[in-house]
């Protein structure tokens, strides 16, 4: 109960200052509206379906983007986690393009492959990859050898030690790897839906910013990070869930 007040705290004074400031007319209400104004449009927009069509197109997009993006990142995840002597065959190039912005990439994009769903479906993949594949490279490298150690003894071969010993102990990484995946998959969608597309929430965003609609930039801005706290939420159940290895690992460190 005490966290929860904490966590509502700064949440009540930031709506209180909103309200004094709207209020008051710091600012005029083309450039900060009223929370009861946002909260009106939100409801409209609820009521006659225009948000969740744009809340399932970029959804949509990021869900594809993502899983191809883990796909690749596992597999290569594992090679590159197992056999480290591979790494200074990829690691320049795997820098490279980790600097690299992915909606740098758009303008080239378009040029290949249009403006259609392939462009943002790459965006997503380019953004989520590298966060993953490193995060789950770092959870097959680091098994502790002395679990592995134990499973010899045991008589267990490789693959019975990758699926009960490695495997299990990389949990955490991947599940970590996951959640920053998505979480940069969120904020490639929506940079790339404002350069092109005609649905989604960042196309909302810039259509609303257009039509000078601050209210509804502000209630797509709010729907964004709450569907990030959600799916922060979603990770957070699924690793505690399935790391309960951890206190083993843990405990011959």
Known sequence: MKNMIKRLVPIALILILWYLCSYYKVWSAYVLPSPM?????FMLMVQSGELFVHICASLNRVMIGFSIAFVFAFILGIIAGLKPSFSPYYNH?????????PLSLIPLLILWVGIGEESKV?????ASFFPMFLNIKKGFASCN???????????LNARQR???IILPSAVPDIFLGMKVGLGYSWRAIIGAEMIAAAS?????????????RSDKVIVGIIVIGL????????FTILTKKFTHIGGVKNSWD
């Open 37 to 41: 104004q946002v909260w009106n449009t």
């Open 93 to 101: 190039i795997v820098e490279f393009f980790r600097n690299v912005p």
């Open 227 to 234: 569907l990030g706290v959600f799916c922060d939420k979603i």
């Open 122 to 126: 790459i965006i997503i993949i380019l």
């Open 162 to 164: 990758f699926l009960k």
């Open 200 to 212: 989604g929430l960042g196309y909302f965003i810039l259509d609303a910013q257009t039509m000078s």
């Open 145 to 155: 050898p002395k679990l592995l150690e134990v499973g010899k003894v045991l008589g």
